[in-house]
């Protein structure tokens, strides 16, 4: 009994599920539960898709295909620009994230394809490590490359090897400043073009017909869908969709004018345009010093061509054709138009001419310094003289001057396609004077301007399109390179020059080449044509050396050819330099097309010893 009291009048030392614990554990519990159920819930509902997507990406992988871009061909369907197919090597872009990448993979890639690895990392850190699309670190792979990134592909997993479409110009640089070329996108390029559906390693037209066109050309991407194992190896195709190739195009360019024009100009400094000055289709557009575009489709290009090309003597990129100069004594057409237009001047005008005048008290010379007697407006064209055009000038005023430039198409863009490549030039006026040069307008300006010189700076394609006024009847065209079946009116408008103005200026063009400073393109190899010389003033290194001009069509009473040849900074003059360069052109031009019409040129016979 006692033993029994002992144990029953024990003191309770038991604590757990006491109070307020048990109902403690139950609340945590049921929290726990209902915290986990949320996060499962948001898992499966809210980042359900995201997680879907993402073991998706583990899973399907896309290996893209680049378009090819659209063939180019002139206007007799010769080939200009097309495509070739050399071998490029990809990767996944989660491929440098994985063990073995700085060991191995990476320095061995870097290695054989000479590009330090922190470039091919770069690629792939753009694209993203969830990317589920190849990455290009290489284009345009040398046979060595392809075989050694083969003799070391089991050290090499997940690198990838695939043809692609790349540019190719089989004329080279005969084309270079017309077609222009293509380069893989820079990364500001890339994030300004994003949303027109440009990808990393897209290439795109940088200048040229390549840029002009970029949109007709490109064609639109295509690539297939492949499911893969958890190692990367591809277990089946899910889908594919076809690349589409771009447009061809078909271009007003004549391959074998173009040729011929490229041959004239010889290794020159300067331009030759060849139109058709009805309509203003462009059938040769020649520029010196020119490149090789394909030097741009290469992914490793020759350092030394490449800096010759950026930064050589010349600057080889810049397209002369759309680069302004002083028209010198060719802009005598727009002076004796706005002479005649002016209403102050008849068409039987006769003036004296001088060795020099004194107009506002400076003295501007001859360029004969002795002047050439009485002469009327043909006379006055054929022998370019200076005094003339200055007495019409002062006559006239500076405004009525100005006015006639711009109807001629000066100080503007001309509408050519190469809209970012070309310059307006330049129309001095009052307000330029003003700005630029702190003085109002002066008559000296204007005597200046009558001969082409002073502040007026013009492209030999606003030079071309002069010519073509008198040519085909006073209209002024637009010049362009994509070729259709428009009518020649709807490339062209009138300049408001009475047909009498108009026949005075065929007239005197004619004249120039029977009787004055262009006698030399009087010549049976081609049909009677009409054309104008120009000497600019230049200077060049404190050395005063001339840049020469030639304008000219042919025949003189149907004009089928046009051509404008300018030459920088050769001296000499205009009859001497510029014109025979246009005279090949056309005795090619007409001795193709009209076999056995016109006397062959003659063939002189190089002596040597």
Request: hydrophobic share 35%; net charge positive; glycine share 10%.
């Amino acid at each position: 009994m006692a033993l029994l009291d002992s144990e029953f009048g024990k003191k309770e030392t038991r604590t757990v599920g006491n109070g307020l614990q048990s109902l403690f554990l139950i609340i945590f519990t049921l929290a726990s539960i209902t915290a986990m159920g949320a996060r499962l819930a948001h898992l499966q509902v809210v980042d359900g898709k995201k997680y879907s997507e993402r073991a998706q990406s583990n899973r399907i992988r896309v290996i893209p295909k680049q378009p090819e871009r659209g063939n180019i061909f002139d206007r007799n369907g010769k080939l200009l620009a097309t495509t070739r197919y050399p071998r490029s090597v990809y990767l996944w872009p989660m491929t440098h994230t994985k063990s073995g990448w700085d060991e191995k993979i990476g320095p061995r890639l870097s290695k054989i394809l000479n590009m330090p690895q922190e470039e091919i990392e770069q690629k792939l850190e753009e694209a993203g490590p969830n990317s589920s699309t190849l990455v290009r670190i290489a284009r345009d792979l040398s046979m060595e490359e392809v075989t050694a990134l083969k003799e070391y592909q089991h050290e090499l997993p997940n690198v990838e090897i695939h043809t692609e479409a790349v540019r190719s110009y089989p004329h080279k640089h005969e084309l270079a400043h017309l077609l222009g070329y293509t380069r893989e996108l820079t990364a500001e390029q890339l994030k300004n073009r994003k949303s027109e559906g440009y990808r990393l390693g897209d290439v795109i037209g940088q200048m040229g017909v390549e840029k002009a066109f970029e949109q007709h050309l490109r064609g639109e991407w295509g690539g297939q869908e492949v499911e893969v194992d958890g190692r990367g190896r591809p277990l089946k195709t899910l889908g594919e969709v076809q690349a589409k190739q771009g447009k061809d195009l078909h271009l007003t360019i004549d391959l074998d004018v173009q040729k011929a024009a490229e041959k004239a100009l010889g290794g020159r400094n300067g331009s030759i345009v060849v139109m058709n000055p009805n309509n203003g289709s462009v059938l040769a557009m020649v520029s010196h010093p020119t490149f090789d575009p394909n030097v741009f489709s290469k992914h490793k290009p020759n350092p030394k061509e490449l800096r010759n090309i950026l930064a050589g003597e010349g600057y080889p990129l810049v397209n002369r054709a759309l680069s302004a100069f002083p028209p010198a004594s060719t802009f005598k057409i727009v002076t004796t138009a706005a002479g005649l237009e002016s209403g102050k001047y008849k068409s039987n005008l006769i003036l004296p001419t001088y060795g020099s005048l004194n107009i506002g008290g400076v003295t501007f010379g001859e360029w004969n310094h002795a002047g050439f007697g009485p002469l009327g407006w043909n006379g006055a064209m054929a022998m370019s003289s200076d005094t003339f055009f200055y007495q019409i000038g002062r006559g006239i005023g500076g405004q009525i001057l100005i006015d006639w430039t711009r109807k001629f198409g000066f100080g503007q863009k001309t509408g050519f396609e190469f809209t970012t490549e070309e310059s307006r030039g330049l129309v001095p006026d009052e307000k330029w004077t003003l700005r630029a040069l702190k003085m109002p307008w002066t008559i000296g300006h204007t005597i200046n301007m009558t001969i082409g010189q002073g502040a007026l700076l013009t492209t030999p394609l606003q030079v071309a399109r002069m010519f073509a006024v008198p040519a085909n009847g006073g209209y002024l065209v637009q010049p362009h390179l994509f070729k259709d079946n428009e009518d020649a009116k709807k490339w062209r408008k009138s300049v408001g020059m009475k047909p009498e103005t108009v026949k005075i200026l065929q007239d005197g063009l004619r004249k120039v080449i029977t009787e004055g400073t262009a006698k030399a393109m009087n010549s049976p190899t081609i049909p009677p044509m009409a054309g104008k010389t120009g000497t600019a003033e230049a200077w060049r290194k404190g050395i005063k050396e001339n840049h020469t001009w030639f304008g000219g069509y042919a025949p003189a009473s149907k004009p089928e050819i046009l051509v404008v040849s300018f030459v920088e900074h050769s001296g000499g003059g205009g009859g001497s330099v510029a014109a025979p360069m246009a005279l090949q052109i056309m005795e090619d031009y007409f001795q193709r097309k009209y076999p056995g019409k016109y006397k062959k040129p003659e063939v002189k016979e190089v002596k040597t010893n």
